[in-house]
């Protein structure tokens, strides 16, 4: 199970992810136990980068998609499979300090290198 969810219960936030919020001058918006994220599990956990973006929350869903390499394939429908949040360190853990991004925040990480943008057309779908 992700630590910051035994760390926090009641608010969810890891150090790690007001640290985050902080430098991006947003509040903290931590996904809730037993959401989904759209995962994509085709993807090799050596691919690089891994990408993140976090759509408007909806029912079960946090609002989160996560894949690893350059780019979402196009002809894909079945690309992201829904995992619960509590199985994320098992696919994307170096994720976990971003987690309280609120929708509409990205994040593309590699070795030695993060980029984290907000970008207002990810909330509209």
Known sequence: MISWLRRLPGMNVSAAQHDV???????????TQQTMIGIALSRSRE???????R?????NSNGWFVWRGPEIPQDDDDFFAP??????????????????????????????????????SLLDV
């Open 47 to 53: 691919l690089e980068p891994l990408n993140a973006l």
């Open 55 to 59: 759509h408007p929350i909806a029912g």
């Open 21 to 31: 919020c902080r430098r991006c001058a947003v509040e903290p918006s931590p996904p």
């Open 83 to 120: 995992v619960h949040i509590e199985h994320l360190d098992e696919y994307a853990p170096e994720l976990e300090p971003y987690l309280a991004l609120p929708p509409g925040w990205g994040v593309v990480l590699a070795p030695d290198y993060e980029d984290v943008w907000y970008d207002e």
